[in-house]
C-alpha cells in the first residue's frame, strides 16, 4: 500500500534515476496528486541536494545526477502539471550570454513548473535579445533571467533595459537569480524579485503577485 513520498525524496538525494521515476509513476497510479508528488517528494529531495552541497557533502557530478532523476521523474507527470499549469500563467527563463551555467536555472524552472506555471525555458548563452523578444513572444508573467557570473551578471541590467527600449516593461514581473547575485544587486538594477535560491523563488514571486 501507499507510496512513500519520503522514498521518493530520498531517491532523487541518491540520484537514482530510474527509482525516481517508478516511485512518481507508481505515486501517480495511486492517485497521489501532482502537487504532493511535487512538494512531498521531489521538490524535498532537490531541497536537501541543495543543502548538501552548500555544506560540502555532495559533489558537482552527484548534484547533477539528483537534477537528472527530478527532470526525469518530472517528465512522467509533466501531462499533469501542464493541465494545472495555466492557472498560473507563464513564464520564460533563461541564462544571459556568456554564461553556460545552467544546473540552478533548470532547477528554477522546475520548481516553477512544479508550481503550475507553464515555463519557456530559453537556455543558456543567451543574448540580451532573445529575452527582450521571447517577452514579445510569450507574453509571460514572469521573467526569470539566471546569472552564475561576476563578469555576466551585468546582462541582467541590460536586459532589463532592453524591455524598457521595447516599451514592455511594466508587462513583465523580472526575477533574477544565481550565485553572485543578491538582493541589493537586484534592486541597483531595477528587477521586480530576487531569490537566493529556486524555492525561494516560487515564493517571492506569489508574494510579489499577491501585493499586486
Ligand atoms: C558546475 C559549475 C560549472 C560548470 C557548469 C555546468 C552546467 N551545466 O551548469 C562548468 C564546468 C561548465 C563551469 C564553467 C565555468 N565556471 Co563554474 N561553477 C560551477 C559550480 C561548481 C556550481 C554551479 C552550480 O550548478 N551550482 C548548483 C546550483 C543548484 O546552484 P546555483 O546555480 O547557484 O542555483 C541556485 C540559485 O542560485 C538559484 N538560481 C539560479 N539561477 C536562478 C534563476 C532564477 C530566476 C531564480 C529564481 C533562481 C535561480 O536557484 C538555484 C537552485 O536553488 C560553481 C560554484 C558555486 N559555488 O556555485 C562554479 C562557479 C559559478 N564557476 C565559476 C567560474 C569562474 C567558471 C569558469 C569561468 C571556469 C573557467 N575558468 O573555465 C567557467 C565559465 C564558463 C561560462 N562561460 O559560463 C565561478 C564564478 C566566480 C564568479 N563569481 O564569477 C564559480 C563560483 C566557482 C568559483 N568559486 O570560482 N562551471
Redesign the pocket.
Known amino acids: 500500500m501507499g507510496v512513500d513520498l519520503s522514498k521518493l525524496s530520498e531517491s532523487v538525494v541518491k540520484g537514482q534515476i530510474d527509482e525516481a521515476r517508478q516511485l512518481t509513476e507508481a505515486a501517480v497510479e495511486e492517485g497521489v496528486s501532482v502537487e504532493d508528488i511535487m512538494n512531498q517528494g521531489l521538490v524535498v529531495g532537490m531541497e536537501t541536494v ?1 543543502q548538501k ?1 552548500k555544506n560540502d557533502e555532495m559533489f ?1 557530478p552527484e ?2 545526477r539528483s537534477a537528472k532523476a527530478m527532470s526525469n521523474a518530472m517528465d512522467s507527470i509533466r501531462s499533469e502539471l501542464e493541465k494545472t499549469a495555466s492557472g498560473m500563467g507563464t513564464m520564460v ?1 533563461g541564462t544571459v550570454a ?8 533548470d ?2 524552472a522546475m520548481m516553477f513548473e512544479g508550481a503550475g506555471y507553464k515555463v519557456v525555458n530559453l537556455g ?1 548563452d543567451q543574448p540580451n535579445d532573445a529575452f527582450v523578444e521571447a517577452v514579445k513572444e510569450h507574453k509571460p508573467k514572469l521573467l ?3 546569472a ?5 551578471m551585468p546582462r541582467m541590467g541590460e536586459i532589463i533595459n532592453g524591455l524598457k527600449e521595447a516599451g514592455i516593461r511594466d508587462e513583465v514581473a523580472v ?7 543578491t538582493d541589493d544587486f537586484a534592486k541597483e538594477i531595477g528587477a521586480d524579485i530576487y ?7 516560487v515564493e517571492r514571486a506569489e508574494e510579489y503577485f499577491k501585493a499586486g
Do not use: C, E, F, Y
Open positions: 541543495g552541497w558537482m548534484v547533477i527563463i556568456g554564461d553556460l551555467h545552467d544546473i540552478g536555472k532547477l528554477a543558456i526569470g533571467i539566471s552564475l557570473l561576476t563578469t555576466t526575477i533574477i537569480g544565481g550565485a553572485p547575485v531569490a537566493p535560491n529556486a524555492r525561494a523563488g
